[in-house]
C-alpha cells in the first residue's frame, strides 16, 4: 500500500509542475531579464557632454581583489582633453577572466564613472577579448555628447563639472542596462522572436548562421 | 642603577609613562620615535633644522600651559611627556591641527600622484577627525604651475610645513622658493614679478615675467620627495602609477662617481620613477636630478636587442643570431691577436664587467692596450708618450679607500683642483656644503672663477689660468695655508689630467703638507675600472704590470701559463686611437664610449673607420655600433646585476631591477672567451677532461667569489710621477685661453630621451672677463664666438670675474660641443670674435 501511494505522492510533484510556470528559459533566444541591481559587465561613463567621468586614478584597481583591473593615468591638455580637470585614464582595461564581480570597484570610484551594467554575456572564445579596454567599456554617446576629445563645455573649470553637480546627474543612460534589458518586458515563458532582440557582443550571429 | 655614572650630557626623562635617557639637546620626537612611539609630523624632517611649522606634532608636557611641539621641544632633565597614546590632551590637539590643515586642502586625492604614500592621507586618517566642522568655501588656487620644466607645484594642498624651503636653503643651497604673501594668503613659490609689483602675467605661471626665476636647482628633485602633500610633483611620473602597482628595487646611481643608494620603482617591466635612498655614509637622503630623472636611456627606440654582424656581401649591418656574432667576434679578434687588439671599455662599467674586461685583455688577447677612460687624458699639444696620470692612479689612487664622505664633512679645510663638486659630483657638493654649514670647513677652489657650485660652498678662489693649476699647486701660499690644517684635504677631478705636472704637483703637495689626496673621476665606472685593472700599466688590484711578482699571482689566480702576461705597459687611449688610425693595431673591442667625450672626437671615428675590425658591446645604437663589424647587446644597469665604486673606493652592490634576457659584458665575454684557445696551466686540462681556461666572468657572483678569493697585492707601490709643469701659452689679442667642464645636465647620452629634464640644465653661455669683453665689444647676452682652426661655437656671453685672456666654455651642452667643434680640451688657446662666425672661422668650421 505504502508503495501505491508513494508513487502518487511523487507524481503529484511531477503533476504540479505541469501547472506551474516554467522555468526553463529559451537563451539565447529570449534570453532573461536579470534583477535590476544585478552586477553585470562595467560602464565607463561620460559626463553630459561626452567628456570622461574617469580620472585615471587608480583607486578602482587598487579596490580590486582580483587584481582585473589596469589603469595608467594621463595628462590632460588644452588640445587634448578627454575628461574636466588634469588627470584622465589613458589606459583602462578591465580583465574578465579575473573580475568576480564584486562590485568593490564602483564602490571606490569617487567621480561615479565605474558603473556596472546588467550585461552577463561576457563569455569570449580566448583569452585576450576578454581584456576590455576603454573601447569597449566607455558608454555609447547619447544625443547631445561630443567624442572627446574636446574642450570642457559645462563651464570654465573641472569644479563646474563637480561643485553643484546635483545638475549634472552624469549619464549612463541607455548603458547602465544592456541594450536589451529594458525591452525585454517578457519572461521566459513566452517565446520571444529571435530577430525583435537587438544584438549583443556575446551573440553576435555568425553570417549564416541557423536562427 | 644609581651607581653608575651619569654622564653630564644625557638627560632623563618620561615618555609615555617610559623613563628614557637622552642625549642633551635632543628633541623630544626623535626620543619618542627611538622608542618605538610615532608622533604625527609634517615639517619635522632628520636632516632638516626644527622649524615647527604644521604644528601637528603637539604633546602635553607636564607643567606646560599648553601643548608642545615635539619637533623643537629638547629634552631636559625630568621631563614628563605624554603622547597622543597616553594623553587625550596631545590627541585633541593634534586632531584640532588636522582639522585645520585640512580647511584649505582640497581633498583631490584621487588625482594626485601622493595618494597612496601621502603622509598627510595616512595620518588624517591616524590622527584626525572623522569629519570636519568647516564647510566653506576652499581657498582656490592655479593649479599646477610650473616651477620649472620638472617640478610642478600645487598651491591648494600646500599645508606650507616649509620642508622644501628649508631643504632648498639649508641643503642646496638654491634658495628659489620660499614663502610669499601673508595670512591665508601664505603660499610657497618661486620669486616672480607679480610678488614685487611687477607686470607677471598673474596666471601664477612662473617664467613669463621679465624677473621671473624658475626653481633651476640641480636638487630639485629631493623637494618632491620630502614634500609630505601632492603640492610638489615632478612631471615625469605624473599620473604614471600607484604605489601599490610599484615594485621598488634598491638600486645604485650609474650616473655619476658620487655613488648615491637610489630605489628604483617599476611596474610592468618598465622603470616609472627612482627616488634617493636613505645611506648616511653617502647620499644621507638625497640625490641630484640626473640621477632621478636620468633613466629613460634604457627604453630608447634604438635600444639594441639582437646581435649584429657587419655583411661580406653588402657590407651593411645585419641582424644575426648570438651563434654567430660570437664566432664572427672571436675569429675577428684571433685573427687580429698577432696584429694587436686595444681595449676600450668604457667608464659606465661595473667593477665586475670591468674586471671582465681587464682579463679579457691580458688573458685571452694577451695585451696591456686597454684603457677605461673615455676622455682627454692630456692637455692639447702634449706628447703622447707623457703617462703622468696613469702613474698617478697606480701610485696614490689603485686600490685605496682612504678619504670618505664623513672625511669630508669634518675635515677642517678641503682644497678642490680640478673639480666643480655641483657639476661633476653633487653629492660631494652636498656634504661639502653641510660640513662648510654646519662646521665651516673652509674650501679653497682652484679654478678659473668661482662658479655658483663654489659660491655656495663660500669657497675662497685662487684664481687660475687653466695649465697653471701645477705650478699654484707647487708655489702658492693660501694652498699651502690651506692644507696645512691636521685633517685637511686635497682633492682633485679627472680634469686636472690635462694639466702638465697637475697630479704630479697635487701627489707631492699632499705628501708634504701632510693632507690626504681624493681623486674624483666624473663617471660611476672609472673608480671601479681602475682598481678592477683596465689601465695599460695596472692589472687588477692595483698590481703594476712591470711587476714579475704581481703577474704571477694573477697567473696562479687565473690558472693561465706563467708568461702569457704581457709584461711591458701597454698604450692608453689616445694611443688605442692613434694606433688603429695608423693601422697598427689589427682589431679594437669597445664597450660603453662615445667618441664625442674622447680628447678628439674627429680621430676617434677615423680610427674607427679604420681598423680592420670592431666589435663593439653596446646597450644602444651609438657612432662604434655603426661602425662595428660585429655589435653584441648588453644589458643596461636596470636589467643587470653588479657593483659600482664610488670615489671614496666604496662598493655600490644592486641586483636587477628588471627581468631581462640581455647580458652583462662579463657573460658576453666569457662566451667569446670560450671560443678561443688560451694556454691553460689548469690541472685539468693537462689531461684534457676539460677545455681548461675559463674566463668566468659570467656569473656576477662569481666574479666576486674570484675578486675576493684574490690575495692582496704584495707588489710594492710605484712611486708618484714627477711631470714639471708647462709654460703658459700666450694668447695674442682676440685670443684666450680656454676653461672648460661639464655641466650635470648636458648631452651625455645616458640623459638621452628626456626632455622634460633637458629643460632644467644650466643655459649654456660662453663666460669672459671684462678685458675680453671689452676688446670684443661685447656685453652680457650678446652672441660670442669661439673658435679654432677646427670649428666654432657661439653662445650669449657671460661677464665673469676670470683671469685675463681666459674664457670658460661648458664641454658638451646644447651649443657647445666643445670636443667635436673645437677638437681642443682645457688649456688651449681659442679665438674670440663677436657675434656670429666671421668668415675665417667659418672656413674653418666647413673645413
Redesign the interface.
Known sequence: MGTLTGSFKGFGVTFAHMFRKVITTDYPFSPPKPAPRYHGRHILNRHPDGLEKC?????C??ACPADAIYV????NTDEQRFSP???YAKIYQINYARCIFCGLCIEAC??RSLTMSNEYELARDNRQDLIFTKKELLAPLLPGMELPPHPMRLGETD?DYYIGALTNPGTSVGAERAPWSDAGSHDASEPQESADRPETAGTVRKEGAPR | MTDVAKRADTVTLTIDGVEVTAEKGELVIRVAERMGIAIPRFCDHPLLAPAGACRQCLVEVEGQRKPVASCTQTVAEGMVVKTQLSSPVAAKAQAGIMELLLVNHPLD???CDK??ECPLQNQAMSSGRADSRFHEHKR?YE??IHISSQVLLDRERCILCQRCTRFSEEIAGDKFIDLMDRSSGEQINVYRDDFFGGEGTGDGQAGDGEGDVPFNSYFSGNTIQICPVGALTGEQY?????P??LVSTPSACEHCAAGCSQRTDHRRNKVLRRLAGDDPAVNEEWNCDKGRWGFRYANATDRLTTPLVRDADSGELREASWSEALLAAAEGLKAARERGVGVLPGGRLTVEDAYAYAKFARAVLGTNDIDFRARPLRASGTPASSTEEADFLAASVAGTSEVTYADVENAPSVVIVGLEPEEECPILFLRLRKGHVKRKLKVTAVAPYLSRGFEKLGAALVAAVPGDEARLLNTDAAIAGALSAPGALLIVGERLATVPGGLSAAADLAARSGARLAWVPRRAGDRGALDAGCLPNLLPGGRPVTDAAARAELSLAWRIESGVLPSSPGRDTDRIIAAAADGTLGALLVGGVDPADLADPRLAEEALDAVPFLVSLEVRQSAVTRRADVVLPIAPVVEKAGTYMDWEGRLRSFVAVLPGAAMTDGRVLEAIAALLDVPSNHPAAAQKTTKGFSLNTGDVMAIRRELGGMPASSAPRPAHPSTAPADLPRPGEHEAVLATWHQLIDLGSLLDGDPVLAGTARPPVVRLGKDLAEELGVVDGDLVTVGTGRGTVTLPASITDLPPRVVWLPTNSPGSTVRRSLGVTAGAVVKLTAGVPGPILAEGASR
Open positions: 580620472i585615471g586614478c587608480e583607486l584597481a587598487w595608467e593615468g594621463g595628462d580637470g588634469e588627470r569617487p567621480t569644479k | 586625492c584621487p588625482t595618494g597612496g582656490e593649479k599646477p605624473r599620473f604614471r602609477a600607484r601599490f602597482d
